[in-house]
């Protein structure tokens, strides 16, 4: 962990003229990821966490992989369970999941290399994973009350507009959206291409009418006046003539979710969130809803579906007995054909069909609360 005043951890590892410590087998490990095409953030997250691993190893006099065994392991993993952050908090089962994550990476790559006789993390048990939703989920007015917050008189403001529609529309990544480049919009097909998204996967997903003619005004009206030669043809420029960078994002989109003053908190993942509760609740298929996220598996979406809570909301209003007043109206009509206890076998069927969807999408809204907040980090 970072120390008082210390914004992260040393940015070596170990020492680097010992061939079997820490420093020169971390920096092999680090090279063989490369080489296998690992994406650059996936490296340096690695090494952003093992550096905490060396650093505490080092202060119990531990200086090569090979000195490391299970018990020590398990004795760094309760250190994680009772650490205590600057304001009194403890560290998230997920925040301690991702720290022994690259922990157990690195010494399964060491014993495969026969840098170490065996691998003591192969037997540790990770953290149960908590099954979280989303905090906050924007609703539709809430969400245009943020977009309208831009000033959209200025050709700064109609760069904001531009890129919370973007958000709102697409629910794209943050690092998705700062590498879009002009060419990857199609006005005509109403559609952007995003090249190596997560897991350097490339695809095409639709975007609305709405959000690319504020696009369109934005390259037309105010890019001009931020764009500076050699132009590279990144879509979103900032006020200093080039890309964004992913913190200055995320504090414009910051403020304006601020600014409208809802009582809710986020950025760019905030609209990530909303963008898939409320299709969700429109009734869109929850495989349409995964191929715009860019989850690779399905379950990686399902989180969503426990946040789009309208239509159990709409069952549970006629259905309860504890309610103001009774709903009126005829009973819903029969084709004639009734199962054993008398209800309409086509109406089993909707409800059949309405309980499978309901479950892929409570599994999609968990796997997306369980994703990482962009934001955060």
Same mark, same amino acid.
């Given at each position: ?103 157990? @990476? +690195? ?5 495969? #290399?026969?840098?170490?006789? *065996?691998?003591? /993390?192969?037997? !540790? ?117 080039? @890309? +964004? ?5 995320? #504090?414009?989109?910051?403020? *304006?979710?601020? /600014?409208?003053? !809802? ?115």
């Amino acid at each position: 962990m970072p120390r008082k005043g210390q914004k992260g951890p040393p940015k070596t590892i170990g020492d680097p003229t010992d061939p079997h410590g820490f420093g020169v087998l971390s920096s092999l490990f680090f090279e063989w990821m490369r080489v296998r095409n690992y994406s650059e953030r996936t490296v340096e997250n690695r090494q952003n966490y093992l550096r905490y691993f060396v650093l505490w190893c080092g202060e119990r006099g531990i200086v090569r992989p090979a000195e490391v065994s299970k018990a020590i392991l398990e004795r760094y993993q309760r250190w994680l369970y009772h650490y205590r952050k600057e304001n009194g908090q403890p560290l998230t089962f997920g925040s301690q999941f991702t720290h022994l994550v690259p922990v157990r @990476a +690195f010494f399964k790559w060491c014993a495969r #290399q026969n840098h170490t006789l *065996y691998n003591p /993390a192969s037997e !540790l048990d990770m953290p149960k994973m908590e099954k979280r939703l989303p905090k906050h989920v924007l609703t539709a007015s809430e969400a245009d009350r943020v977009l309208n917050q831009a000033n959209v008189a200025d050709p700064l403001g109609v760069r904001d507009r531009a890129i919370l529609e973007t958000f709102y529309s697409t629910g794209m990544r943050r690092m998705e959206l700062l590498s879009l480049k002009l060419y990857d919009l199609d006005i005509e097909r109403g559609t952007v291409m995003i090249r190596l998204g997560k897991g350097k996967k490339d695809r095409m997903i639709p975007i609305g009418s709405r959000a690319l003619a504020w696009i369109d005004k934005y390259v037309i009206e105010a890019r001009p006046t931020l764009v500076r030669e050699p132009d590279d043809g990144t879509l979103f420029l900032s006020n200093l003539n080039e @890309a +964004f960078t992913p913190n200055r994002l995320t #504090q414009m989109v910051r403020e *304006y979710v601020d /600014a409208a003053s !809802l009582g809710k908190r986020g950025a760019c993942h905030l609209f990530r969130h909303t963008m898939a509760t409320l299709m969700l609740e429109n009734g869109a298929d929850i495989r349409f809803i995964q191929q715009m996220l860019g989850h690779a598996e399905l379950s990686t979406t399902q989180i969503y579906t426990q946040v789009s809570i309208r239509k159990l909301k709409e069952i549970h209003s006629l259905t309860h007995p504890a309610r103001l007043e009774k709903p009126t109206g005829e009973a819903p009509p029969t084709n004639g054909t009734a199962t054993a206890n008398g209800e309409p076998k086509n109406q089993l069927l909707l409800g059949f069909a309405e309980q499978s969807r309901q479950q892929q999408a409570d599994a999609l809204l968990s796997t997306l609360a369980a994703e990482p907040d962009n934001d955060s980090q």
